[in-house]
């Protein structure tokens, strides 16, 4: 199917700083340092720290600055914390290893503080899964370095991706792919001609003889990022929920997945996994287990029916880590296409802050945004609807958007919400031609046909008839409309379609000639 490796290495297996078998028996305790991996089941270096050394211990670092820095915001760091008392309380029970709990103030000190805890308990091997963004894997190569001149050893695997980030190329130019189609197609073929070595889980971690230390207190929030309790409802923490929201997709919903995950209204059209893959909770090797144990059989299903459809989307999430380890400039919030950074954006506040409000005076945009406010999550539909009406109507900047979606959404990860918002603003690998803009309202035909999920999110137009709820200010005599204390649109969708494709055919033209 076209797949060359990018590098030789050992794509399959687990470890990239040590190759091979770690072996086991040692005297020294093992150090597990959890990042966005909580979780105890198929976890590779849960599995290999707890089969090290005399015990194990793990280690959790909350750093409320880098994290204001990586744009995460309450939804998100609540969520973690949640997610945090219930790996550690299922760490405890279950296998006797205590989770330690550290305050980091930096980067640097996050560092440090990993020699430190590993020096404090003895430790002589220290595991933990790989993350990809930039700055992540910076600070891990140099926590390697800082380990080793210790006399510390130290393992990191591959977790968040079932196949290596940059492994899959092209084969006509043995580069790493850069469309989505032809990388989904070499993804599950190469998973699915070699099933048992991608697709098999790590066994359940060994337990201690006894609980030494005593675990840590995890902190039920942190300044900053406190969070409202009425809003910790739509999201339930722990693996438990997880494997049960994930089983429950699977088994009664997935089959329907290609049309229902088109209806905004519809909550049970879509999985609801992604804040869970996002923390960790659940692995995207469980996801696609689940999958295949649904069909019977040890393969990805493949086509346009339900199932192959979650499956495609689970290649988007793989895809976007591709992009973002093979082109790490993404991650620096620049263009993957270049040429778009000659793009001159609209500086506009008022509208902004409209949109970041819900009162754009266009219903489906402002009921995907108040969502968003209140649950921390969006309809995928809605994401790509609001991000073209912010990029392309309003012409602001994406980055803006991203950064607004990053603080708010509990899902929030680099490289999925980057690539949404790179592909629904033209400027990214296999984008939305940037001639090609969705029409807001018609969108919201298609997606919201009875209008059920723009009356749940705007009560103003809760009474409206279906005729009208899309268009407001258009259908209804403006007397009536007045009384709804609604906005009227804050631009005409037609024109400003037009002027976006000038803008961005402008800086196409100006790059060409440069």
Not at 445 to 461: A, N, S, T
Request: aromatic share 10%; with cysteine; charged share 25%.
């Amino acid at each position: 199917m076209g797949t060359k490796r990018a590098y030789s290495s050992d794509d399959a297996s687990e470890s990239s700083s040590k190759r091979g078998k770690v072996s086991e028996g040692h005297n020294q305790p093992g150090l597990v340092w959890f990042r966005s991996d909580l979780r105890t089941a198929d976890n590779p270096a849960l599995f290999h720290g707890s089969s090290w050394g005399s015990r194990t211990i793990a280690l959790y670092i909350i750093s409320p600055k880098e994290w204001k820095s990586h744009n995460l915001g309450p939804f998100k760091v609540d969520f973690i914390l949640r997610n945090l008392k219930s790996l550690s309380k299922s760490l405890a029970e279950r296998y006797k290893i205590p989770l330690v709990i550290k305050h980091s103030e930096s980067a640097k000190h996050t560092r440090q503080l990993v020699v430190d805890v590993a020096k404090e308990y003895g430790v002589g091997h220290v595991f933990f899964n790989q993350e990809h963004e930039m700055n992540e894997a910076t600070r891990d190569s140099k926590v390697r370095e800082m380990l080793s001149e210790s006399g510390i050893e130290c393992s990191d695997y591959l977790d968040q991706c079932i196949v290596r980030p940059g492994m899959l190329c092209a084969q006509s130019s043995g580069k790493p792919y850069s469309k989505f189609t032809p990388f989904k197609n070499s993804w599950i073929n190469l998973i699915n001609s070699n099933w048992n070595d991608y697709m098999t889980s790590s066994p359940e971690p060994k337990s201690n003889d006894e609980l030494v230390p005593s675990p840590s207190t995890v902190p039920d929030s942190l300044e900053g990022f406190e969070l409202e309790d009425r809003k910790q409802k739509y999201w339930k923490a722990g693996e438990e929920e997880a494997h049960a929201r994930l089983k429950q997709f699977c088994s009664k919903r997935a089959d329907k997945y290609d049309d229902a995950r088109n209806n905004a209204a519809q909550e049970s059209g879509t999985s609801r996994i992604s804040a869970y893959l996002a923390s960790g909770v659940v692995s995207i090797r469980q996801c696609a287990l689940e999958l295949a144990n649904e069909t019977k059989s040890q393969s990805l299903p493949e086509g346009k029916a339900g199932k192959a459809v979650w499956a495609t989307e689970l290649a988007w999430r793989e895809f976007y880590r591709h992009i973002m380890v093979t082109n790490p400039h993404v991650c620096k919030y620049e263009a993957y296409q270049p040429w778009t950074e000659k793009v001159i954006w609209n500086d506009n506040e008022e509208h902004f802050k409209a949109w970041c409000d819900g009162k754009t005076g266009i219903p489906i945009v402002d009921a995907g945004m108040r969502q968003l406010n209140e649950t921390g999550y969006m309809h995928n539909r809605l994401r790509m609807i609001t991000a073209m009406f912010l990029s392309k109507n309003l012409l602001l900047d994406w980055r803006k958007g991203e950064k607004y979606f990053s603080t708010h959404l509990i899902d929030a990860d680099l490289a999925s919400n980057n690539g949404g918002w790179q592909w629904s603003a033209s400027t990214g690998t296999d984008a939305a031609p940037y001639f090609r803009i969705m029409n807001a309202v018609s969108q919201a035909k298609k997606v919201d046909p009875k209008g059920e999920y723009v009356k749940k999110w705007i009560p103003e137009l809760r009474d409206l008839p279906t005729k009208s709820i899309h268009e407001p200010h258009a259908e209804l005599p403006s007397a009536v409309f007045k009384k709804l204390n609604y906005p009227k649109p804050i631009v005409d969708l037609k024109k400003t379609r037009a002027a976006a494709i000038e803008a961005f055919k402008a800086a196409k033209d100006s790059a060409d000639s440069n």
